[in-house]
């Protein structure tokens, strides 16, 4: 059974995330490489630092200010991420394009939805879970489905996308089941 790891909210299941995180790579598709489907999400988060009114707020802290690696606000519409994310961000570096491309996921699913049952300890669907919902969103913002599903390899996956092998495995494992 699924160990429930964020809070219950409404429900969703993969192909409604998967939806989402497509709408937003439409918003988006000029920072993304037409013919390997590689989302430039470190560009698009300097384009949304220059814009601030436009689709979501960004925003840099400096690293003694928070032990979090992204933290979504809602009520702004933005994120907020230490120094050392924005700098791994701009160096392309998977794990950090995963924690912001998560953080947008709670932004474009959770806005005012998360409602704390018996917070974090309450067991529910993994489909009905935040944190299992943002991790979806962002291996789907960054990976092109129909680009991907001709790829053979996790390793081919990560190296196109830019996600860990880690990421790369697990969605591997997604698309068998889709
Ligand atoms: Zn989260």
């Not at 709670?106 to 991790?135: F, P, R, T």
């Amino acid at each position: 059974m699924y160990k429930p790891k964020g809070y219950k909210v409404e429900r969703l299941n993969q192909k409604n995330i998967m939806q989402k995180a497509a709408s937003l790579r439409g918003a988006a598709q000029h920072f993304i490489t037409l013919d390997t489907g590689y989302f430039d999400l470190g560009e698009f988060v300097c384009y949304l630092l220059d814009n601030n009114d436009i689709l979501f707020e960004m925003q840099i802290v400096e690293d003694e200010l928070t032990q979090e690696e992204g933290i979504a606000i809602p009520s702004k519409n933005g994120i907020a991420m230490p120094d050392h994310v924005f700098n791994s961000l701009m160096d392309n570096q998977p794990r950090a394009r995963f924690t912001v491309a998560h953080e947008l996921g709670h932004l474009m699913l959770h806005e005012q939805k998360v409602y704390y049952l018996n917070g974090i300890d309450s067991w529910h669907h993994h489909e009905e879970d935040s944190e299992w919902q943002a991790n979806m969103f962002a291996a789907h913002l960054l990976i092109d489905f129909e680009k991907a599903k001709n790829l053979k390899t996790a390793d081919q996956i990560a190296t196109q996308f830019g996600v860990s092998m880690e990421v790369a495995m697990i969605y591997m494992k997604n698309i068998k089941r889709m």
